[in-house]
């Protein structure tokens, strides 16, 4: 990856952040990065190459088991990394990290992805109302819009196990509520820009509801913690309210993955 | 080898030193808000700096000891009674089985801690006993003490493993006492001062907010907890204007979503300022407007709604400073206990 992709600016005294252009920048510190985004690509979309950038970097700085690199945490068009103070100066992990991604190359060995296939109960979306009269679409039409595609998950956070997934249907695409709802039940499934999402835990929120899952987001008993990683991918499978209450009566799950890499970035 | 909550107090929570290393998940660090006053009050009763204590926020528990043990109270000030007996703060002290320890009002501070010999043994969940409440993770059953609930003791002191030793050392551990002058203790009169290492999205805003956002007083507004402290009073921010990015509209504040530092300011719609703390949401879509720094965020977790604070411009080379001179005090009380 040329050097140009990319820049760090400092977060902490122990954490940097680093953010990646989609196509090369006229100057590495020109202003214009600090949209953080590719200034030519249009400003309110999201940025893919830049989010391929971001995956190859997390890909390569975790495989370079660097000693003294503590935590990664990948979004759209940014990393974060926090290093072992007494271990690096800032320079110095700066010029480590910078060596490692300039010698990386796209067409390394990609990790093993998946796909997880998620049950929903459209039916128990609580925002339908205003999310038909929004899209002005009709409940049928967007749950077949919501199902059609395959997500990729951009990243992870917020909350434990909370995956963005993207890239939703334009024609879904809703400004966020105006003011957040106090409660989103957990398992909630969420539509907000060009994102959708599962909530892994009841919290505040303020995306739109449109359908409930079983399928847990966050769970401590599980060896990885969360189902998904940066990567890989989701989609979403309808359900009636039956087969959802029986699920979670006889605790059967409806949901499956699949091994295999659906796409390449 | 026991501990009985007899009254909880508002938010009593098992913590230790935190959970590093699941961030990337949206797992944060948790662990005591103020570090220091955790590790101090383990050194006072002869455990490891990492084991397990309590913190409770402005308003004690009260607690009933099943067995001997020696405690200790630091961080804020809110006088200990042991069966009605005054006991100091930030001094180790023996209770005996069958004995209950109470609080009086908070008099300054926002955060107790209270640390006993061997340490809480609650279960370890993902290499920590730090309650990470809105994950249900860690500590006691993942929440808040409640009356009833029956806390363990570990072997998290020093010298559990040999019990000779240990009856030596008894003697030792009891009455130690951290100098007035090396306890850090919030002030109610004056502002705080929190340093602050600009940086992220500072450019965001115009040089004259940047100023503006330094010279203002602000407090501590009600919505501030382990998740985060917020501050109001201060001048809203102006921005310097630009298209938005992918994410999440015309609101100058918002960015394209990207992970939240420890520490982190962000300042949703320009106007109140969040520091994110221990158990810190991961990422989202809110600029930042710089970092509190590390050598601060203990003080953070001793703020009462309402208190005045005051953000101080500091480069790394101060940050690092601060950081240092922090380190060199807890060696210094390591150094008393030996």
Redo the contacts between chains.
């Keep these: 990856m040329d050097k140009s992709f990319f820049y760090f600016e400092v977060a902490s005294y122990n954490s940097l952040i680093l953010y990646f252009h989609g196509a090369k920048a006229a100057s590495p510190k020109s202003p214009a990065h600090y949209n953080s985004n590719n200034s030519t690509a249009a400003p309110n979309k999201i940025n893919q190459q830049a989010a391929g950038k971001v995956q190859l970097a997390y890909e390569c700085l975790q495989a370079s088991k660097l000693a003294g690199l503590t935590e990664l945490v990948p979004s759209y068009s940014s990393l974060w990394l926090s290093y072992d103070a007494l271990h690096f100066s800032q320079a110095e992990i700066q010029k480590q990290v910078s060596e490692i991604l300039e010698t990386s190359k796209a067409s390394q060995q990609r990790k093993a992805t998946k796909t997880l296939r998620i049950a929903v109960c459209y039916q128990l979306g609580e925002d339908w109302l205003s999310v038909c009269r929004q899209t002005g679409l009709t409940q049928e039409a967007i749950i077949k819009i919501h199902m059609q595609r395959i997500y990729k998950v951009y990243a992870i956070g917020f909350l434990p196990g909370f995956a963005y997934l993207g890239i939703l249907d334009p024609r879904l695409h809703l400004k966020r509520l105006k003011t957040p709802r106090k409660h989103v039940p957990a398992g909630s499934v969420a539509i907000a820009g060009e994102q959708t999402a599962v909530y892994p835990l009841a919290s505040p929120g303020g995306w739109h509801l449109i359908g409930k899952t079983t399928m847990k987001m966050f769970d401590p008993a599980l060896p990885g913690l969360c189902p998904l990683e940066v990567g890989d991918s989701v989609q979403f499978f309808s359900i009636s309210k039956k087969a959802f209450l029986h699920s979670i009566s006889k605790k059967a799950s409806l949901h499956s993955t699949s091994k295999k890499a659906s796409f390449t970035i | 080898m026991s501990v009985k909550i007899l009254q909880p107090g508002l938010a009593t929570t098992v913590q230790d030193l935190g959970r ?8 944060p660090l948790s662990g005591a808000m103020d570090r220091f006053a955790l590790r101090v009050a383990n050194l006072l009763v002869g455990n490891h700096e990492t084991a397990a204590g309590l913190e409770a926020v402005f308003m004690g528990p009260t607690l009933e000891f099943t067995s001997d043990a020696i405690v200790a109270i630091t961080g804020a000030t809110m006088p200990a009674k042991l069966d009605g007996v005054a006991k100091p703060g930030w001094t180790s002290f023996a209770v005996k089985a069958g004995q209950k320890l109470s609080f009086d009002y908070l008099r300054a501070g926002a955060r107790l801690y209270i640390a006993v010999s061997g340490g809480i043994n609650t279960p370890l ?2 290499g920590s006993r730090s309650t990470y409440a ?4 860690g500590g006691f059953q993942g929440r808040a003490l409640q009356a009833g609930d029956v806390l363990l003791l570990g072997q998290q002191g020093k010298q559990d493993k040999q019990d000779k030793q240990d009856k030596q050392d008894k003697g030792k551990i009891l009455g130690r006492s951290v100098p007035e002058n090396m306890r850090r203790i919030a002030s109610a009169s004056a502002a705080t001062s929190l340093r602050v ?1 600009p ?3 500072w ?2 805003i115009t040089k004259e907010s940047g100023e503006h956002f330094f010279e203002d007083t602000w407090k501590v507004a009600p919505e501030a907890d382990r998740m985060g402290y917020r501050f109001k009073g201060g001048r809203p921010l102006t921005f310097v204007d ?8 015309s609101d100058p504040s918002n ?5 939240y ?4 300011l962000q300042v949703p719609g320009g106007s109140e300022p969040i520091v994110l703390h221990r158990d810190a ?4 879509g809110y600029f930042m407007l710089g ?1 509190v ?2 050598a601060d965020m203990d003080l953070i977790g001793q703020l009462q709604p309402n208190v005045a604070v005051k953000f101080v411009k500091v480069d ?1 080379e101060e ?2 400073h601060a ?1 240092a001179k922090r380190k060199a005090l807890l060696e210094k009380i390591r150094a008393l206990f030996v």
Aim: hydrophobic content about 40%; aromatic content about 10%.
């Design positions: 590093p290393g699941y961030y990337h998940l949206g797992i969940a993902l809105i994950g249900a993770l290492l940086g992220l999205y450019h965001r630009r298209k938005p990015p992918f994410g999440a509209g960015i394209t979503d990207a992970c530092p420890y520490g982190s949401v991961s990422g989202g970092t720094i590390s790394m940050a690092l950081r």
